[in-house]
């Protein structure tokens, strides 16, 4: 897997992630019993349930089917300081840029 498909995956990973917590509270704070999925919903959990498959094998480097917090940073590390192209610690907006990296909705991302 090449650097930048592994940076495509983290990305549409956090996205992920980040969505289904969306829902999940959206789900819970509503008072009213919540609706089923949609299918469009339904689809975007399977395919980042997918991506977190797919992340987790990239980032166990011990290969005991979890991912530990050591494990988690030293990978999320390399990515920073891959993007972090002049060296200064800090991202920013023009090397997001230069990376190529798009954000892709992560029900595209098996795709």
């Known amino acids: 897997m ?23 509270g959206a789900a819970s704070a509503q008072k009213s019993v919540p609706t089923p ?9 399977v395919a980042g349930e997918a991506a977190a498959k797919q992340l987790l094998l990239l980032m166990d480097k011990d290969k005991n089917g ?5 494990e988690w940073m ?3 590390e390399a ?4 993007l ?7 991202l920013d907006v023009k090397e997001l840029e230069e990376s190529q990296l ?7 991302s098996g795709k």
Do not use: H
């Open 2 to 24: 090449s650097q930048k498909q592994k940076s495509i995956l983290a990305v549409s990973m956090i996205t992920a992630l980040l969505t289904i917590a969306v829902w999940t």
């Open 37 to 45: 999925p949609t299918n469009e919903q339904k689809g975007a959990i």
């Open 66 to 70: 979890k991912v530990s917090k050591r």
């Open 74 to 76: 030293k990978f999320m």
């Open 79 to 82: 990515e920073f300081d891959r």
């Open 84 to 90: 972090d192209k002049n060296k200064d610690g800090v």
């Open 102 to 108: 798009q954000q892709v909705p992560f029900y595209r």
